[in-house]
Nanobody, 118 residues
């Protein structure tokens, strides 16, 4: 059974930082591209960042460039999202996803809440 479990969310003040983790089991992690998405209250789910299987290519949504960093540790089957300079508009449930190809996501986690106070 494939499981993606996010952790690391919480409440942080504007300007602060958080690091999210996504631990994956039930598949060969290094065979999958990974991504982060988020859904803010009342909004559609949006792309945050993704990373290729070997970690060499990373893509970010424009509003996250320079503030968020996606990374992965294939030895630990874990994906990360380092978030700096957080803004209230970053408040959302953050989800990780796994896919054989970037853009075609086969598995999703349950999400972790990030709340940024002003």
């Amino acid at each position: 059974q494939v499981q993606l479990v996010e952790s690391g969310g919480g409440l942080v003040q504007a300007g602060g930082s958080l690091t999210l983790s996504c631990t994956v089991s039930g598949l060969t992690f290094s065979n999958y591209a990974m991504g982060w998405f988020r859904r803010a209250p009342g909004k559609e789910r949006e792309f945050v960042a993704d990373i290729t299987r070997n970690g060499f290519i990373k893509t970010y949504a424009d509003s996250m460039k320079g503030r968020f960093t996606i990374s992965r540790d294939n030895a630990k089957n874990t994906l990360y999202l380092q978030m700096n300079s957080l803004k209230p508009e970053d408040t959302a449930v953050y989800y990780c996803a796994a896919g054989i190809l970037r853009g075609r996501w086969d598995y999703w986690g349950q999400g972790t809440q990030v709340t940024v106070s002003s």
